[in-house]
């Protein structure tokens, strides 16, 4: 079956790199994603990348895919006050549900 | 604009009281989704559907009714016989491209509160 796992918790200090990892178990996976949520609010789709990928860069945002390892990994450069949130990766392959990680918050001190 | 929307955004519930919360899309997205977290933690999926009329149970079901009739709504009963219901609800959808679903939209969430 499939799961999704994440480190709980990561803090950074303000113009810092940050690196929040993920590693999932269904080699199947054909779409990996990031999301971010914020206090109260649902998930915002960040970015997402296709499992014949290796990376993918958008502005600050970095994402590394190791197929073999089964590892993803979302970089923020430059991180700000308002990237504090939640962040949860998430999997999907044909048609089925897409499945998500336990979500990593994510401190950003000033 | 096209956008998923749930309402409403808090909801209040006695102790034995079904409640309907709502979700609906204008995205002509195929699958919906919804999920369950508590404070603190991640998503739980209660129910999804792939297209309308078929829906399937997710990992926590029991207590929880849904019902797809049109592609638009995915509405989601929560019965008395939830025995914690007090919590944030999502509800997402997601489009078929290349034989696959693929990234899932989601509302902004109904806080269900038992009072």
């Known amino acids: 079956g499939e799961d999704v796992e994440q480190s709980l918790f990561l803090s950074v200090r303000e113009g810092d790199s940050s690196v929040i990892n993920c590693t999932y178990t269904d080699s199947s996976s054909t779409y990996l994603y990031w999301y971010k949520q914020e206090p109260g609010a649902g998930l915002q789709l960040l970015t997402y990348?296709?499992?014949?990928?290796d990376m993918k860069q958008d502005q600050r945002l970095t994402v590394l895919l190791n197929k073999k390892d089964k590892h993803l990994s979302l970089r923020i450069a430059d991180t700000q006050t308002g990237d504090s949130a939640i962040y949860f990766c998430a999997e999907s392959w044909g048609y089925q549900k897409v499945t998500f990680g336990t979500g990593t918050k994510l401190q950003v001190i000033p | 604009d096209g956008g998923i929307t749930q309402s409403p955004k808090y909801l209040f519930r006695k102790e034995g009281q079904n409640v309907t919360l709502s979700c609906e899309q204008n995205l002509n997205h195929d699958a919906m989704y919804w999920y369950r977290q508590d404070p603190g933690q991640g998503l739980r999926l209660i129910y999804y559907?792939?297209?309308?009329?078929?829906?399937q149970k997710g990992d926590i079901a029991e207590g929880y009714s849904v019902s797809r009739e049109k592609k638009e709504s995915f509405p989601l009963t929560v019965t008395s016989a939830q025995k914690n219901p007090t919590a944030f609800y999502l509800c997402?959808?997601?489009?078929?491209?290349?034989?696959?679903?693929?990234?899932?939209?989601f509302g902004q969430g109904t806080r269900l509160t038992v009072v």
């Open positions: 559907s792939q297209i309308v009329n078929d829906f």
């Open positions: 990348i296709f499992s014949n990928m």
């Open positions: 997402a959808s997601s489009i078929r491209r290349d034989r696959q679903n693929t990234e899932a939209f």
